[in-house]
């Protein structure tokens, strides 16, 4: 009920009083559960705390023209729902309260917590946070702009070409989206008494102001924090620097499509008794082919942890299935640390589909089976 409030004030505190400490493999421990964190809780932990990040603050906004992607929102006003803190003080040991007024540093801290102990993570972050991560500055060009805001892009670029840029009357001082005061772009060195554009030099510098303006300007803070405390948590070495922007969202969030779930069954390993032979195994992956991506993603979800899929593809999961003592009026059950399926000894292709479905719909939670 208090996972992202008990997680990130606990993070919090170990980031301002023994940062060392996150050098050290994470192990998690829910309240009132029975799992042993042997890697699979950790991985839970950090799925659902992002998770409620996307859902209970306002740090992230998602772009317009970039559908299923996020920036950092230009505002300080984080709290969509209600400042968790006041609504559910935690009584835990070595937490800090101050969390809620940090949120793009501890969303850091998450990423590079995860990238630390091989953890992939549902990021939604537009490929040019990637890019700032590898670069460890906050450095854009006008063609980034094409990127984040492509038709506001077109516009500005058609400004830099126009044949007599004083009929348009444009002024240095303007109003960004989302932004409660005017903004000057002229930095105190407007071409005129008046402030308006008045060559194509200033058109040019105008347009490089605001695209750097609207891309990162107030949201610069919120970047860096986010930006600097990740890579501190990654505990990054020489190596870091010949990753790409693209390779590190690889390292982060894996590879992007679901990919062939053949690839999974070939290098799929059984144990206690069943082969690649048994009727109950033939039934199962009969079932996992005709299922859609959603339910795929929901698979990888209840077997491993994470559903994003490896960089190495399927075929590195090391998926074990074992047959299970339980009756066949039992669900499967998983033991995600070592992404090992547990299944009963089905004996049709409809009860199969019935248990692995209702199973794959009530995942969330960790217990002995």
């Known amino acids: 009920q208090h996972l992202l409030a008990d997680f990130c004030g606990q993070l919090w505190w170990r980031l301002q009083n023994k940062p060392q400490c996150l050098r050290l493999p994470l192990s998690v421990d829910f309240v009132g559960e029975l799992g042993i964190d042997a890697g699979g809780l950790r991985k839970e932990c950090l799925q659902l705390v992002l998770r409620q990040f996307y859902e209970r603050t306002s740090l992230f906004v998602e772009l317009e023209e970039c559908p299923g992607l996020f920036w950092f929102r230009p505002s300080t006003k984080f709290w ?33 917590l995860a990238a630390y102990n091989g953890i992939y993570l549902d990021l939604r972050l537009h490929p040019l946070i990637y890019r700032f991560l590898i670069q460890r500055t906050i450095l854009v060009t006008f063609d980034d702009l094409r990127a984040v805001h492509p038709t506001l892009h077109r516009s500005l670029a058609s400004l830099r ?24 772009l002229s930095g105190g060195t407007a071409g005129s008494s008046e402030g308006f554009i008045e060559s194509s030099a200033d ?71 069943f082969t690649a032979a048994s009727p109950t195994i033939r039934l199962f992956w009969q079932v996992v082919h005709g299922m859609s ?15 994003r899929v490896p960089i ?22 998983a033991n995600t640390c070592v992404n090992q399926l547990n299944l009963p000894e089905y004996e049709t292709l409809e009860v199969t589909r019935n248990r692995v479905y209702a199973s794959l719909e009530h995942h969330s939670g960790f217990g002995f089976a």
């Open 293 to 307: 991506e959603v339910m795929k993603r929901k698979l990888l979800l209840f077997c491993t942890g994470c559903d």
């Open 203 to 273: 058109a040019e510098r105008f347009s490089s102001a605001y695209a750097e303006a609207v891309v990162i300007g107030a949201m610069r803070p919120h970047i860096e924090g986010f930006v600097k405390t990740a890579v501190a948590c990654m505990a990054v070495g020489r190596a870091f620097s010949l990753c790409t922007a693209h390779d590190l969202e690889l390292l982060l969030c894996g590879l992007p499509n679901i990919a062939c779930f053949k690839d999974m069954e070939r290098s799929c390993k059984y144990a206690n008794g």
């Open 312 to 333: 190495l593809g399927l075929k590195a999961l090391d998926f074990v299935i074992a047959r299970s003592s339980a009756a066949s009026d039992h669900l499967p059950t």
């Open 161 to 184: 070409t126009a044949a007599d840029i004083r009929t348009l009357g444009l002024s240095w001082k303007v109003s960004l989206p989302g932004a409660d005061e005017e903004l000057d």
């Open 80 to 112: 969509s729902k209600g400042r968790i803190a006041e609504d559910a003080p935690s009584e835990l040991e070595l937490y800090s309260a101050e969390w809620v007024d940090h949120l793009p540093e501890v969303a850091g801290a998450i990423v590079g």
